[in-house]
């Protein structure tokens, strides 16, 4: 269907009163049958207000790539290229198109039936064709309907040229295919009926629409390098994000770099991989060169969380195990190697090695954003987003995309491949969104896991970091995170009841003790310390030790608490209260 032509302003309706007069006389199966978008012969109907939607032309803000101007107030498409006009009434912008839009069109990407012009009156979500642009009802969403093949266009998406011309995809002009079919597109190698379809008629190049537009060069959460859009290469090689094999023969990308990275187009760009930015001819950023500390001498820095210098020690040997000390950063013990202490003889803040390298951008394997660190102190408390554990130390945060999210430390350093002590395969993140999983160490069901693709084992990411090593007071060796086949032949040191045998333990091979994980490490095994003035979603809390010969009795559940940490709070009516540590972070996780 060609563009329409400028009729007379004074016979035009304004769409959303074109809808609401209408609504109520032409509905067939929950859609609105809009008609004409002229007044009937020609005039004003005063008793029904028309006179005050007057429509003006808004040719100033034809072909704005941004601003409000672009949102149409009829089919809510931010459509570019377009003329606008603007209903003084409702201080809606509308497309030409969407205000001189004809009840019934034959478009030459549907020949077969003719498009009704409608409006959704039972919020379906019902999707473009053109764009794959979809939404629920919001007062006026116009669109042109086939009733015989439950197809929809917006009205601007249903006047385009059935033809595309874009050299950078492909160097003749690209015809739309008007039939459904299963053809494979060369540029994601997928076979959907569901897009429309575009073909060459000069050579056997098909694309789909969704897929003529795909960026050139990108940045995706699950590798480190940049990766640029190929239609060929020689190797066989998995996809490293489904792990399924990758046709060469078909578009993919691959590293730019010297690796043998590559991805399906589609996986390349979901949108829980892929920011949605084009990097083609952007120059590159550097997170690994962006530390958080300046070096003062050898082996002295000034780290940006801590106001005195630090040095640092290398302590490899006989070192004595104090569960008093834990890293600021990761609120971890010391078990051994390079550590940053602070050089003032009475100030204890230290950070593992590891800790003080910490970039201050990161890249997460889970997120398409970038997290940014945040140097927290004791005063400032959070929850992890993935592992759900409440901490104060550092925090990698990103405020970009549907929500804020917060990890820890233990969880902002798992990458793919990620290597297990207690398991023989490499693990990957899951790729299926919304489907759970039981994760093999603990047992609960969890919406994102590490999985092994050689077995059915899966990992939550609280498990996942959970110590490998850990120490006991009463014993003289390192515990390691274990699974033992016949471990309900033994008991637990701690509570002196026998082990499950379906859930892992810590085990001293040495001495052959055996414990549960929350026996040992506390119910919601807490990487944190005792603490004053905790800012825990605005309210003001202390965290306190519960290591007394006599333990103190928590407020909510009227029982004498067996967490090592407590939470002591303030209330105005009835004075100090305390709560079991493990309390808040399952209401508040």
Not at 240 to 255: A, E, L, P, T, W
Not at 574 to 579: E, I, T
Request: proline residues 5%; neutral net charge; aromatic residues 14%.
């Amino acid at each position: 269907m060609d563009s329409f032509e400028h009729p007379p302003l004074c016979g035009l309706v304004c769409p959303y009163f074109r809808y609401y007069y209408l609504r109520l006389n032409y509905r067939v199966y929950g859609f609105v049958k809009i008609t004409s978008p002229y007044f009937q012969d020609g005039k004003l109907d005063h008793d029904r207000n028309d006179i005050e939607h007057h429509l003006s032309p808004l040719y100033w803000c034809n072909n704005k790539e941004s601003g409000n101007e672009s949102l149409c107030g009829a089919c809510k498409f931010e459509g570019i290229g377009t003329t606008y006009y603007f209903c003084e009434e409702c201080k809606l912008s509308f497309h030409k198109e969407c205000v001189e839009s004809p009840p019934l069109i034959k478009s030459r990407y549907h020949p077969k039936h003719h498009l009704q012009l409608v409006n959704d009156c039972l919020g379906r979500n019902i999707y473009c064709s053109y764009c794959d642009a979809s939404g629920s009802y919001k007062k006026v969403g116009l669109y042109y309907y086939c009733f015989t093949c439950k197809f929809g266009w917006h009205p601007p998406c249903a006047t385009r040229p059935s033809f595309l011309n874009y050299p950078k995809r492909h160097e003749h002009d690209l015809n739309i295919f008007p039939r459904e079919a299963d053809l494979i597109c060369d540029v994601c190698g997928v076979v959907d009926c569901k897009p429309l379809i575009y073909v060459c008629l000069q050579c056997d190049f098909i694309v789909h629409r969704s897929c003529i537009y795909l960026p050139f060069v990108i940045k995706i959460s699950r590798h480190d390098h940049r990766l640029s859009f190929t239609y060929s290469f020689s190797r066989i090689l998995s996809c490293g994000f489904c792990r399924q094999k990758v046709d060469g023969n078909y578009g993919n990308y691959s590293c730019m770099k010297d690796c043998t990275y590559v991805v399906h187009s589609k996986c390349a760009t979901r949108k829980d991989v892929w920011d949605g930015k084009e990097l083609e001819g952007e120059p590159e950023d550097d997170y690994d060169n962006l530390n958080c500390f300046k070096v003062i001498g050898d082996g002295i820095i000034h780290h940006f969380s801590h106001s005195h210098h630090m040095r640092f020690e290398n302590k490899t040997t006989n070192i004595v195990y104090d569960k008093e000390k834990l890293c600021q950063a990761c609120v971890l013990p010391f078990y051994g190697g390079g550590v940053y202490k602070c050089m003032k003889s009475k100030c204890d803040f230290i950070l593992h090695e590891a800790c003080a390298n910490l970039p201050g951008t990161k890249q997460h394997m889970s997120h398409p954003y970038p997290f940014i660190l945040q140097l927290s102190d004791t005063k400032n408390s959070f929850f992890c987003g993935y592992c759900d554990r409440f901490s104060f130390g550092f925090r990698y945060v990103c405020n970009k995309g549907d929500k804020s999210i917060s990890i820890d430390l233990r969880c902002a350093a798992i990458s793919e491949p990620f290597d297990h002590q207690c398991h023989p395969h490499p693990l990957f993140l899951s790729n299926e969104l919304g489907k759970y999983r039981p994760c093999s160490i603990c047992g609960k069901e969890k919406l994102q896991t590490l999985n092994c693709i050689e077995c059915d084992f899966f990992l939550c990411f609280y498990c996942a970091t959970l110590p490998y090593k850990v120490r006991y007071e009463h014993d003289e060796h390192f515990l390691t995170l274990s699974y033992e086949e016949n471990a309900s032949l033994n008991w637990c040191e701690v509570c002196e009841e026998t082990l499950d045998s379906t859930k892992w333990l810590y085990k001293c091979n040495e001495c052959g003790n055996t414990f549960h994980i929350p026996c040992l490490l506390g119910k919601c095994a807490p990487y944190i310390k005792p603490a004053q003035n905790l800012l825990l979603y605005e309210c003001k809390v202390n965290l306190i030790s519960n290591n007394g010969l006599t333990r103190s009795i928590c407020n909510y559940c009227e029982r004498r608490c067996q967490d090592t940490l407590m939470f002591e709070a303030y209330d105005d009516h009835d004075g100090r209260k305390l709560y079991c540590y493990r309390h808040l972070e399952v209401e508040y996780s």
